[in-house]
């Protein structure tokens, strides 16, 4: 469902993504795992536009949606949840959401959306900045999807989130992959929560997958070695 083959990025002479696979199949969740400035960020922003790619093919479905503006990549299928969540603060919390409606042409906010976050729906009217950080995570998820997405891109979304919060995250993305079918890649840095909700774990380390593992039978001290150096 997303492919991507020989992907590489520069900041400046900086080569900071190095000719990166990857192959995620329908309604599969991959964990993207690495330290800091390891090239997780830099992988999500290229994979939807915001960083040029020097080289590669980004493939969702059998749309090749390299080269694309990141406008065109949602069209085909792509969203992504930013690291850091960016909602929009002063607007409410149902507005925030409106804004993902933009390329289905949809009205209103699909119910079904707040089925899955019924807290949006009690606070659909409260301003995006008043809500907690595990909150505004759900409702920069929620913006995503109302793209009616095929595949999910999120950065760090336990960034910031209390450990009990983080638990109702993983079943959520769980959630979200068994009823929506969505496939999903997830960049992270807590172990715990790759083990939660993805189906495969990958680790990178300066912008190359060093390490990959289906979620059973993962080794992980040698995961957490990675994560710890
Ligand atoms: N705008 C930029 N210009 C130049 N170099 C950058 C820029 N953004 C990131 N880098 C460098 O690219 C490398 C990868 O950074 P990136 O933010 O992708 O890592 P990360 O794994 O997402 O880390 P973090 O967990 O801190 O977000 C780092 O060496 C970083 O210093």
Avoid: W
Avoid at 55 to 65: F, K, N, P, Q, T
Avoid at 191 to 199: E, G, R, W, Y
């Amino acid at each position: 469902m997303l492919t991507v083959s020989n992907l590489r990025v520069f900041y400046g002479q900086s080569e900071i993504i190095h000719g990166l696979d990857l192959d995620l199949g329908p309604a599969e969740i991959v964990a993207v795992m690495g330290r800091n400035g390891m090239g997780k960020t830099t992988l999500m922003k290229s994979l939807i536009g915001i960083v040029p790619a020097a080289e590669g093919s980004i493939r969702v479905g059998d749309a090749e949606v390299a080269g694309l503006e990141s406008y065109r990549r949602v069209a085909a299928g792509l969203a992504y949840v930013p690291q850091g969540r960016m909602i929009f603060p002063a607007m409410t919390v149902q507005e925030n959401i409106e804004t993902g409606l933009t390329v289905t042409g949809e009205r209103a906010v699909p119910e079904q959306l707040y089925t899955l976050f019924p807290v949006l729906k009690d606070m659909r009217g409260r301003r995006g900045g008043n809500l907690s950080g595990g909150q505004q995570q759900q409702l920069a998820i929620a913006r995503a999807l109302a793209s009616k997405p095929r595949v999910l891109l999120l950065d760090e979304p336990t960034e910031g989130i209390q450990p009990s919060i983080i638990k109702d995250m993983a079943k959520t993305l769980c959630r979200i992959r068994d009823e929506i079918g969505l496939t999903i890649l997830v960049s992270e840095q807590v172990l715990s929560f790759a083990l939660d909700m993805a189906d495969r774990v990958l680790v990178i380390e300066k912008g190359a997958i060093v390490h990959e593992s289906p979620r059973q039978g993962i080794d992980e001290e040698k995961v957490s070695a990675f994560l710890s150096v």
